[in-house]
């Protein structure tokens, strides 16, 4: 019933032309920003099997991945990148177990192709040589984090490392435990002058444990979002729709249609075409390529992968002027926290709007 | 069946487009070869595609399935799939 009701809602809307979405100035304007960026095509990168930490719920210690035998030879990196830049890639990920432990492998890919991001824990400091975007990942403040990373006052070494770094962005993982803590962690990351983005924690397959979501805790999660928002605009790197899109009952699969290999067989055109997931032996494998490989699908709302999907839907999203302008947010927002140099606006869209085709909370 | 005058109208209209939208160099809508496969060889992409459908739109009142991308990979294939739209359109009106 509720999903006819939207059905209706959405034929009886006025049809936006794409030119009068546009038209208005500081939409067109931001609209020629980032469509400047629509060249980046990407694909990540395991570079180790180890980590200096152990996190529960670690994406990288599910699956066989971590079984890779790791290739160290710098020689292979480089013909591996000159061979990802001729097929036309133009962006990379470097992730798991932990990139900082081979810098000379990210010096590497750096030389070789000059856009990347490095996922890291941020424990050990990254070359500033090495000019990519690097996410640190917190995942709730220091006593949590020694419980569930066992690592002790993780955001003092973090901050040490990384503060005045302008790659640096602090990705904060929602869990369905630390929702709250993020008020402390934000208050300490902003008086250091760090930016900050938002993720939710996406369960790996057959994950059950206490990490894992519930509408309550997406709830929780989408209001602390967008009081955040209004609270650090100079050090947060979010949107409301963002919010939305992340914490929506239905996982990103749900809502966009993913469009990783993993979830989209065709090899016609995109990320279904392009998108490689290497492992640490510098082999990949179609039925597990995503940006986050071995997390459970349905419960899929992790920041990574919703760059690729959410961005990809332009088409829908060119419906109506506020639809339009939280796009417009969302990938003003992922460029900012992707790619170096790139200044974030002021958001266009100041509330909540719906994904296309769905409600604000379900249908 | 497609009348070959609209579409070869439609075919440099879309190579048109297709230059402003994607500022494409050392190309002209008249020396713009329909047939040529915009992925393998103009490196055109999804998101390039969603552009120039979004223009479209506007000019005919067409919508383009994002399920139908990959079968849009020249010129003259996005020219007939408008046309055979635009049919639909006036057989439902
Ligand atoms: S885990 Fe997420 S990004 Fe990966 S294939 Fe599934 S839905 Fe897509």
Redesign the interface.
Known sequence: MKAKAHHLKDAQKKTWRFSDLIGDPAVGARWEKVRRYFFLRESTYDMTNRCNIRCDGCYYFEGSKQFAHENKAPEDWRDLMKGEKARGITYVVLAGAEPSLVPDLCQVCFEEMPLGAIASNGLRPIPRSIDYKIHISVWGDDETSLSIRKAKDMLVRQIDNYQDDPRAVFVYTFTRENIDQIHGVMEVLARHGCKVTLNMFSSPVGYTGPLRHTPQSLAHARQTMLALISEYPENLLFSPYSAVAHTHIRGLHDLYSCSYPRMNSSTAIGLGRSFRQYRADLTWDRTAACCVPDTDCTDCRHYAAGSAVVTARLFRHASDPDTFRSWLDYVDTYLAVWVMGYEKGENLCDHMVAPPGHGLVDD | MANPYEISKLTIRIAEIMIDELKLEDVTPETFDPEIDL?DEV?I???????V???L??EYGIV?D?DD??KL?NIRRIAEYIREKMDDGKEEG
């Open positions: 992925i490196g992409d999804s998101m390039d595609l969603a552009t459908a979004l223009v739109r506007d383009i994002e991308y990959p990979n």
